[in-house]
């Protein structure tokens, strides 16, 4: 069925060849509803512009996986990433595009962020409020684990900053935080979709760290009567970068089309996309109202950048590490 | 060396090295040149801290209970399947392979759901204190799981083959039904048991997908040694991750050759 309803379209591309371009996007899992659509969006703005149909495939999966896909050689033209360490390490181990490539766009090449709240069960029975809540015994928590998901790694950082920036707080508070926080974590699945599964179809737990957005789309769901959304007084900004990979983009010839594609993120109609499917758009003065008010501090501003951010934390023998090396 | 009577020694001996080189001694050699990048005691370290002990001794040791488990359980199922005739015997045949085709991820989902506090066998087992998913007896059940199918069949074809009159000669020559067992028909299935405890040993030593799902990753306690490998590469750590299949490979080749050397020593004693 689905292969004949894409004969026409393959026909198409056949006779026209000259004027149809292909874009391959390698991103994270929760972005695929979102491209899925913005990709629509812009392949009819750019054939209305240009008169060159663009076909847009899209590669998912963990975002350190795809990052290491495209340092190995899988041809991206675009990567857009849950973690900016991971745009990173394209270009400082694949060498496929600048350091820099983060001031290339505005905003910290971030046209769209998330933030990190709480997902608990309906009416909230064990009272979690904010991070504290967290690290109070007989509290289960749930969240991946840091090494090897990024979005764990956002969720981490997020209760690091809040504990070290909260009127009165420290690193020694914030450690503390961490060490009983993850006491409490019963399970660490290896990606953030898990954790969710483990949560919401399990019944483990007694609140889910998660993604807003996945938050969001947990309670859009069948599920919107058995859970709630609970949000800290302080979270990170969990700004989700995109970039062209210069030396596939040269080298396919696909330069134009690529910057026309992020620059299509960051207009009107991108950022109305991006809002509807539950990531906040950067360049929007007033958010919609389904999402929460919440103070949020950056990675810049809490922890000096991805690199240090890292090492110090989840580096092996790093500070991650330490919480569980205490008690054997 | 004496000639062997068969021809075309030297030219399927060719063939085979190059197969041999091209599909398992090339892709071994990438891993050993990765692990070169890094100095002695940097290998050291990225092998025997704490952690990376702790996965070893569970990957091994959760492979080795479930390899023994499916040895016996797998022996009784083809005896089952070989010897006697009842309704629906094709079908738990047909059964028997299932956990090859099946994708492992589904498999680990699959365990999960049945045994969580929610899951159909958990919400029975946990009030009595019994924790399967997320604890080390969950891994041993998985990889029980994927490993069954080597057992019964290696052995399936083995116990189809055997000559009934040796039984009856047995039997005639006065000798009980454990006896006829024990002397006569384990010591011929015992080489073909071997080789299916030993691949399903291999098989649950390099599990990745459906573990990751039941095991709960916790450091120190349920994490296994693929996993830490992966751990390792999402910090683009490519020498301390190549550095931990190095040991796995290790391990494992030494494991299974010792098993062969006792497959061969077995062999001649009973032939």
Known sequence: MRALALLPLLLLAACSKESTVTLLNASYDPTRELYEEVNRAFAKRWLEKTGQTVVINQSHGGSGKQARAVIDGLEADLVTL?????????????????????????????????????????????GIHDWEDLAKPGVQVITPNPKTSGGARWNYLAAYGAAQRKPGGDDAQAKQLMAGLFANVPVLD??????????????????????ENEALLLLNGASKDTF?????????????????VDQVVDRRGTRTVAEAYLKF???????????????????????????????TFTIAEGFGGWATAQRVHFDDRGLFDQLYAVKK | MKKSVLPGFGLSLGVTGLALTLVVLLPLSGLLLETFTLTWPGFWSAVSEPRAVASYRLSFGAAFASAVINGFFGLLLAWV???????????????????FALPTAVAGL???????KNGLLGQHLEPLGIFVAFTPVGVVIALTFVGLPFVVRTVQPVLESLD????????VLGASRWQTFRRVIFPSLFPALLTGITLSFARAVGEYGSIVF?????PMRTEITPLLIVTRLEQYDYAGATALAIVMLAVSFALLFTINVLQRWSQPRHA
């Open chain 1, 190 to 211: 290896a990606g953030a979709r898990g954790s969710t599964t483990t949560f919401a179809e399990r019944g483990l737990g007694d609140v889910l760290i998660a993604w």
């Open chain 2, 164 to 171: 009934p009159s040796l039984e009856e000669a047995a039997a």
């Open chain 1, 265 to 295: 993120l960051y207009s009107d109609e991108g950022q109305a996309l991006a809002s509807k499917h539950g990531f906040r758009p950067t360049g929007v003065a007033t958010l919609e109202p389904k999402f929460a008010k919440v103070s």
């Open chain 2, 214 to 218: 039941i095991s709960g990753n916790m």
């Open chain 1, 228 to 244: 709630e959304v609970v949000v800290p007084s302080l979270s990170i900004l969990a700004e989700t970068p995109v970039a062209l």
């Open chain 1, 82 to 126: 849950a973690l900016g360490w991971d745009i990173d390490a394209v270009a400082s181990k694949g060498k496929l595009l600048p350091e820099n490539w983060a001031t290339r766009l505005p905003r910290n090449s971030a046209p769209f962020a998330s933030t990190i709240v709480f997902v608990v069960r309906k009416g909230n029975p064990r």
């Open chain 2, 81 to 99: 399947l070989v010897r006697y005739r009842f309704p629906g015997r094709a079908i738990v045949d047909a059964l028997v392979d299932l956990p």
């Open chain 2, 110 to 116: 699959t365990l999960t759901a049945l045994y969580a």
